[in-house]
Each structure stands twice: as structure tokens, then as C-alpha cells.
């Protein structure tokens, strides 16, 4: 992990306070570091040394609110060994204190008999609270949810209102957007602050809400959550049970984490490499090798296709060696096209652009596309075939040029639709495989065409 040079200088000035337990040194420093920069210098500090001591000398200098900050903005990783480091005197003031989707973050780390100790220790509300949204899947809006909102009841004058509003809001993670529910604490509609503000105090809530409210379901995927909060240009979206009770909501910072996390999960599987559990900087050896292994070697046994292809075409080749000098160039742009095909339609598929429905209309589209880019890279490339082996060759080379863009991008731009009806990622439809498959087949159309050509002259 790298920090800047300003961070890095605060970095030293902090340990070498804490080394001699300079307080006044300390207390001038922490105040200017931001709870993110922070746990950036604590995160650096683990690394170095993965005993604890440091680190939690420095946690233990911050003020309660700050340390659960700080902790929130760390890596499980980090959280897990500052909080085996906490006695459960120490760690329950620090949970309590954090917002209650990163309390139930941390609570996940924790092994079975330390959960159940810290539960023990918490109030009947607090406890039943952490554990109903702890127990949320992984990638739902469940799991990323807070329970941190203002709910006020219906029927509540304005006055009533904003007197809720003030009793809340210190624990609210957004006070911007309210939420209004039914007796059965059922989602009714939601306002704004500024609505609130600005209506006569004796006006009623019921009449000023708007009732068509935008929700997601506790259960859906957390990618839908993060499009939904980027359409809508949402500050928070509600999030309903099964009985439409409201039960949290995904705020929009929650809602960027998701989607800086799903590309970065895309750019891995588009380079054929696993999910990383955690930055590239800190995951261990062992697991970047076997994250990046298979694929490589299951595309070396998928490239001996090429090889045999080249060895079932030796007579065409010894008969016209000049066809070798255009093998890399043209299995190279047909694979290049379908990368680019590929990422478009993965990419599409992920923003919610394009669906399967689309596939017919994109087929087409595809297809002018696809042509006139082979055409236009034929034409590039037909003086050199002039040039290198005579108007023959250049003609072959021409029309495999047209022939394999025109299939490695259909390929491309198909195999995420197909992988998606098997219920398989589309972003599996990664560059390497791409390109594997369409040099194989690039091989066969170009020696092919050749054979057909060559021997007819």
C-alpha cells in the first residue's frame, strides 16, 4: 500500500509521539487527519508490523466517536486484528458507537464466541437490531443497509414532525430525506427536510408526502441497489421486507462503494482473475497465484488449437511462406475486436444499458459495425500483401481480415448473452478468453481461405 508524501510525513511524526508518549504532539497532529487518512496510517502500520500495539496506541489517543470513524474506514483485514486486539470492555463502547451497517460489518468478523459475548453484554434493542441486519446475505441490500434513519409516523402534524426530526437526527446517518410509515411501521411515503421546513406547522405529513416512493426489496442484489440510487440521483433509498415494512435504507456513499467494488470484481474477470478478498497491495502471494493460475493454464491447453490448425495447413504454408508474415496481424485484430465487442456488451449488461432482449437489434448493429471495420483494416493491409507475396496473397490476407473481425466481434459481442442465459457472469466473457477462442478459429478461416484460393490459382 503506498501514501502520499504528506501523509506519510504525518505518519512518522506519529509514531515517533507515540514512541516517547508525547501528548502534546499527539493532540496537535490527530486534529488535522481526517478519519479516512487515518485509518489509511493505521492500515500502513499493520502492514509493517502485524502486531497490534502500534496501532491501537494510536486508536486509544482518538476521542470514542473518532476511533469508531476511523475503524469503519478500515479493511476487514485491519478490523479484524484491532478488535482480537480489544478486550470486550474496550471493543462494545467503539461498536455502539459506529452506524449499525458497519457495526454489523465488524460484528461479521468476529468468531461465534466473541459474538455471542459482546451480544450478551448489549441492550435488548441494540442487540436484536445488530442481529437481524448481520444476518443479511452478502451482496443484498440487506447487507448494506443502515438502520440509522428518521421514520416519522403518519398522521403527524408538521410541528410533530420536525419535533421527531430533532429527536432522531443525532443517530441518523442522513436526516435530508424523511420517511414516513403506517402503524404497522409499513413504508407510506417519504419528504424532504426542506418540504418540511418550509410547510405550515399544522399542515399534515400525510398531505405533503409523495406516496409513489422508489424502494428496493432487503433481498436484491446490491448492484441493482447502486443502479436504482445512480438513476434516480437518489441521497438514500429505501429499503422494504417482504410486508413492505420499512427496514433501512442504502445511503448514495454506501451505494459508490458497491459500484467501485463491482467494476473492480469486472476488471478482474475480464483479465480472467478471480475475485481478490481484498487490494491487490495486500492480498497474499499464495492466493494471487491461484486467483490468476487457472484460467492461464486452461487457456495454454485452449491455444494448442491454434498450433494444431497450423500443422493440419503445412503444405499451404510451405507452399506460400509469405502467409506466415500475416498469421500474427490477423488473429491479433480479429482478437482485438472481439475484446472490444466483448467489453462493450459486458460493460452494457452491467449498467443495465443492454438485456438479452437486445440481442437481436445489437446482433445487427454489430454487424454493419463489425463489416466496416474489416473493410477498413483489409484495405490497410492489402498493399503489404501486394508487396510481400503478389495480388494473390494480398487478396487472401483481404479477406480473411474482413472474415475474422467480422467473427471475433460477433463472437464477442455474443458470448456474454450466452453465458448470461446460463446463469453464468458475463463479465467470465474476459478479453484472454476472447481472444483464445478467436485465435484458434483465425487460424482455420485464414489457412482455409488461403487453401481455397491459392489451389484455385
Same mark, same amino acid.
Given at each position: 500500500?503506498?501514501?502520499?508524501?504528506?501523509?506519510?510525513?504525518?505518519?512518522?511524526?506519529?509514531?515517533?509521539?507515540?514512541?516517547?508518549?508525547?501528548?502534546?504532539?499527539?493532540?496537535?497532529?490527530?486534529?488535522?487527519?481526517?478519519?479516512?487518512?487515518?485509518?489509511?496510517?493505521?492500515?500502513?502500520?499493520?502492514?509493517?508490523?502485524?502486531?497490534?500495539?502500534? !496501532?491501537?496506541?494510536?486508536?486509544?489517543? *482518538?476521542?470514542?466517536?473518532?476511533?469508531?470513524?476511523?475503524?469503519?474506514?478500515?479493511?476487514?483485514?485491519?478490523?479484524?486484528?484491532?478488535?482480537?486486539?480489544?478486550?470486550?470492555?474496550?471493543?462494545?463502547?467503539?461498536?455502539?458507537?459506529?452506524?449499525?451497517?458497519?457495526?454489523?460489518?465488524?460484528?461479521?468478523?468476529?468468531?461465534?464466541? $466473541?459474538?455471542?459475548?459482546?451480544? @450478551?453484554?448489549?441492550?435488548?434493542?441494540?442487540?436484536?437490531?445488530?442481529?437481524?441486519?448481520?444476518?443479511?446475505?452478502?451482496?443484498?441490500?440487506?447487507?448494506?443497509?443502515?438502520?440509522?434513519?428518521?421514520?416519522? /409516523?403518519?398522521?403527524?402534524?408538521?410541528?410533530?414532525?420536525?419535533? @421527531?426530526?430533532?429527536?432522531?437526527? /443525532?443517530?441518523?446517518?442522513?436526516?435530508?430525506? &424523511?420517511?414516513?410509515?403506517?402503524?404497522?411501521? $409499513? *413504508?407510506?411515503?417519504?419528504?424532504?427536510? $426542506?418540504?418540511?421546513?418550509?410547510?405550515?406547522?399544522?399542515?399534515?405529513?400525510?398531505?405533503?408526502?409523495?406516496?409513489?416512493?422508489?424502494?428496493?426489496?432487503?433481498?436484491?442484489?446490491?448492484?441493482? =441497489? !447502486?443502479?436504482?440510487?445512480?438513476?434516480?440521483?437518489?441521497?438514500?433509498?429505501?429499503?422494504?421486507?417482504?410486508?413492505?415494512?420499512?427496514?433501512?435504507?442504502?445511503?448514495?456513499?454506501?451505494?459508490?462503494?458497491?459500484?467501485?467494488?463491482?467494476?473492480?470484481?469486472?476488471?478482474?474477470?475480464?483479465?480472467?482473475?478471480?475475485?481478490?478478498?481484498?487490494?491487490?497491495?495486500? =492480498? %497474499?502471494?499464495?492466493?494471487?497465484?491461484?486467483?490468476?493460475?487457472?484460467?492461464?493454464?486452461?487457456?495454454?491447453?485452449?491455444?494448442? #488449437?491454434?498450433?494444431?490448425?497450423?500443422?493440419?495447413?503445412?503444405?499451404?504454408?510451405?507452399?506460400?511462406?509469405?502467409?506466415? #508474415? #500475416?498469421?500474427?496481424?490477423?488473429?491479433?485484430?480479429?482478437?482485438?475486436?472481439?475484446?472490444?465487442?466483448?467489453?462493450?456488451?459486458?460493460?452494457?449488461?452491467?449498467?443495465?444499458? =443492454?438485456?438479452?432482449?437486445?440481442?437481436?437489434?445489437?446482433?445487427?448493429?454489430?454487424?454493419?459495425?463489425?463489416?466496416?471495420?474489416?473493410?477498413?483494416?483489409? &484495405?490497410?493491409?492489402?498493399?503489404?500483401?501486394?508487396?510481400?507475396?503478389?495480388?494473390? =496473397?494480398?487478396?487472401?490476407?483481404?479477406?480473411?481480415?474482413?472474415?475474422?473481425?467480422?467473427?471475433?466481434?460477433?463472437?464477442?459481442?455474443?458470448? /456474454? #448473452?450466452? &453465458?448470461?442465459?446460463?446463469?453464468?457472469? /458475463?463479465?467470465?466473457?474476459?478479453? %484472454? &478468453?476472447?481472444?483464445?477462442?478467436?485465435?484458434?478459429?483465425?487460424?482455420?478461416?485464414?489457412?482455409?481461405?488461403?487453401?481455397?484460393? *491459392?489451389?484455385?490459382?
Amino acid at each position: 500500500m503506498s501514501l502520499n508524501d504528506a501523509l506519510q510525513a504525518h505518519k512518522a511524526s506519529l509514531c515517533e509521539a507515540l514512541a516517547v508518549d508525547d501528548r502534546e504532539r499527539l493532540g496537535a497532529l490527530l486534529p488535522e487527519l481526517r478519519s479516512a487518512d487515518i485509518a489509511e496510517i493505521l492500515e500502513a502500520i499493520l502492514e509493517e508490523d502485524a502486531d497490534p500495539p502500534l !496501532a491501537l496506541a494510536l486508536l486509544g489517543r *482518538l476521542p470514542l466517536e473518532r476511533q469508531a470513524s476511523v475503524l469503519g474506514h478500515l479493511p476487514g483485514d485491519a478490523q479484524r486484528v484491532l478488535a482480537e486486539a480489544f478486550s470486550d470492555e474496550r471493543l462494545l463502547p467503539i461498536l455502539e458507537e459506529m452506524g449499525s451497517d458497519e457495526r454489523a460489518d465488524l460484528f461479521n468478523l468476529l468468531d461465534e464466541d $466473541r459474538r455471542q459475548a459482546l451480544l @450478551r453484554r448489549m441492550a435488548r434493542r441494540e442487540r436484536e437490531e445488530l442481529i437481524r441486519l448481520a444476518s443479511y446475505a452478502e451482496g443484498t441490500a440487506g447487507a448494506i443497509m443502515t438502520a440509522d434513519y428518521v421514520a416519522i /409516523p403518519s398522521g403527524m402534524t408538521v410541528s410533530q414532525a420536525m419535533m @421527531r426530526v430533532r429527536q432522531t437526527a /443525532p443517530d441518523a446517518e442522513t436526516v435530508y430525506q &424523511l420517511y414516513i410509515v403506517d402503524g404497522l411501521g $409499513r *413504508l407510506a411515503g417519504t419528504l424532504s427536510l $426542506r418540504q418540511l421546513m418550509v410547510a405550515p406547522p399544522g399542515e399534515r405529513i400525510d398531505a405533503l408526502m409523495i406516496k409513489d416512493v422508489i424502494r428496493m426489496s432487503v433481498d436484491a442484489p446490491q448492484e441493482e =441497489v !447502486a443502479r436504482r440510487v445512480a438513476r434516480y440521483d437518489l441521497l438514500a433509498l429505501p429499503v422494504v421486507d417482504d410486508e413492505a415494512r420499512l427496514v433501512g435504507i442504502v445511503t448514495h456513499d454506501d451505494a459508490l462503494d458497491v459500484v467501485e467494488s463491482e467494476a473492480t470484481e469486472d476488471i478482474h474477470k475480464g483479465m480472467s482473475i478471480g475475485a481478490l478478498e481484498d487490494g491487490v497491495s495486500r =492480498v %497474499p502471494l499464495w492466493s494471487l497465484y491461484r486467483k490468476r493460475v487457472t484460467w492461464l493454464v486452461l487457456l495454454v491447453f485452449a491455444n494448442l #488449437f491454434s498450433g494444431a490448425g497450423i500443422a493440419y495447413f503445412e503444405e499451404t504454408i510451405a507452399a506460400q511462406v509469405a502467409l506466415v #508474415f #500475416f498469421l500474427p496481424l490477423l488473429i491479433g485484430s480479429g482478437g482485438n475486436a472481439g475484446a472490444q465487442a466483448a467489453t462493450l456488451m459486458v460493460r452494457g449488461m452491467a449498467t443495465g444499458d =443492454v438485456g438479452v432482449r437486445d440481442w437481436g437489434k445489437l446482433l445487427g448493429r454489430e454487424l454493419l459495425v463489425a463489416g466496416s471495420l474489416g473493410l477498413t483494416m483489409a &484495405l490497410a493491409v492489402a498493399p503489404i500483401g501486394v508487396m510481400r507475396g503478389g495480388e494473390a =496473397v494480398a487478396l487472401v490476407v483481404a479477406m480473411s481480415m474482413v472474415t475474422i473481425v467480422l467473427f471475433g466481434s460477433l463472437l464477442g459481442m455474443c458470448l /456474454p #448473452f450466452l &453465458l448470461d442465459r446460463l446463469g453464468w457472469d /458475463p463479465a467470465t466473457a474476459s478479453a %484472454p &478468453l476472447v481472444t483464445t477462442l478467436i485465435d484458434a478459429s483465425g487460424v482455420l478461416i485464414y489457412f482455409g481461405i488461403a487453401s481455397a484460393l *491459392l489451389a484455385g490459382g
